[in-house]
């Protein structure tokens, strides 16, 4: 049966009526809540910055809490209320909900606005229907600023939920809890197939690292000023992108599209730029040179296709004449980022130092003998492509299974929520 198909069974010929979420529940807007009011244990505290990054749909415990003395000033979150961020730098964070199920009061602060549902509406409902085009469509119309993106208690109120029975109290929340325990199952088998996922790129991560450590085999950990030299690239924005043009690598591509080895470029540059860029040559390594975080400094990505690409002056190729993947898997082990984060400048924006990362050493096997050096490396990258297909591959494996879940989830759970309105709750 299709989701539409057992609404309609579910509904059993009863109409739903779109209710503004100000008559539905309670908005309570925060006050105040800096991270520096934050203490390794006490009240717990659901700050707003933490929904969109920490908190799934629901969340039985808080990641931070307060003093005592600071949870008086702040506004009480009981078990089932959902706290929903009103700010953020982006649309799809603002409005971003948390179910609160712990066993104890929560506080919260500024930034986000606590919906304690009435009896007719159930919390879980209301959270699952947040992710829908249709409640994004209307926060869209709402949100205001450009820079931050403010989202206030008193817009949120006049949305509209779909409440099915709104005449019989009681089964229209059975109606409500249906519908979420049909969308718990997919988002439960989804958490699953995550959870193994996980497993297995920690398994994989453990192996490639003990692979490449060659512990008690011809090696010698080289540094790579030996191994091969830095090209550094030249700068181009996203105003220089176009649909057809010159093969390109921005560095922030490379820790958000790319895995460890590409064949074909996510962007284009306009092709009059050709003679101010610089290039990757096939069988390069392009390392990223900036970036937020440690880890994604020095990323590297294995350029296999049958042309040059321009790189990004926030980005490196790296030249060499080994196996273009062993290099680009032997970047991501614990021992090359444990070397390379001695060269990476502190601050807000993290920086390869490039003259430092020179230093930096990778193994090379049978150093004496170029010929079979080459032959094991093509056999552990053979190793190494079969754990990599599994745990990134988007058309094999779990992710793609993971994939293929979430479409699914997301069709029914917008089938499920898409209640059609009557001709004047439409006008």
Known sequence: ??????LERLLGGVEAVWVPLGELAELVRGNGLPKSDFVESGVPAIHYGQIYTYYGLETHSTVSF???????????????DIVITNTSENLDDVGTPVLYLGKEPAVTGGHATIIKPSPHLSGKYFVYFTQ??????????LARGAKVIDFSAKDLATIEIPIPCPDDPERSLAIQRE????????????????????ARKKQYNHYRDRLLSFEGGDVEWKPLDEIGEFIRGKRFTKADYVDEGIGAIHYGEIYTHYGVFAH???SKVRSDMAASLRYAEPNDVVITGVS?????????VAWLGEEKVAIHDDSYAFR??????FIAYA???????????????SGKIKRLLIDGVKNVRLPVPYPDDPAKSLEEQTRIVAILDKFDALTTSISEGLPREIELREKQYAYYRDQLLSFPKSDAEAA
């Open 1 to 6: 049966m299709s989701a539409a198909g057992f």
């Open 66 to 80: 307060v003093s005592e003395k600071t949870a008086q000033a702040l506004k009480k979150v009981n078990p089932g």
């Open 132 to 141: 829908t085009p249709t409640f994004f469509a209307e926060k869209r119309k």
């Open 179 to 198: 519908i979420v325990r049909i969308l718990d199952t997919f988002t439960e088998l989804t958490a699953e197939l995550t959870a193994e996922l996980t």
């Open 264 to 266: 074909k470029t996510l």
């Open 292 to 300: 937020e975080t440690i880890e994604d400094v020095g990323k590297a």
């Open 320 to 325: 060499h004449n080994m196996n273009p993947k």
């Open 331 to 345: 970047m991501q082990t614990d021992a090359f980022h444990d070397q390379k984060a001695k060269y990476v400048s």
